[in-house]
């Protein structure tokens, strides 16, 4: 298998791992306070924060990686796929951050 199409399989492994669990630290966010142990949870919630930050700087820079490599792949064909692979990616990136504000807009608002 090419080096480069091995790098790129290995970039879409890591990209749903990251991804899965951002959108569950993004949606424990959303989920904040509703359980009644508003007390408890307040240090959680700049934890939360910071992970869910880490999370989508990853999926930031696996954006830049794959917009790197995609070029670089045997077959235009491939090229394609990844290119769309790339803007399906930057869709649910920029969903997860629009979310992640929209909670913290809610939060602050209560």
Known sequence: MD????EVEKLKKEWDETYTKTQEHIEAIGEYGKS????????SLARLNGIAQDGLTLLSS????????????????EVQSAR???QSWKTLSQKYTRSLSVYFLLLNGN
Do not use: C, H, I, W
């Open 36 to 43: 009644g142990r508003a007390k408890e949870e307040k240090n």
């Open 3 to 6: 080096k480069v199409v091995e």
């Open 84 to 86: 769309a692979l790339l």
């Open 62 to 77: 696996f954006l830049f990686t794959l917009d790197l490599l995609a070029p670089q792949l045997p077959s235009e064909q």
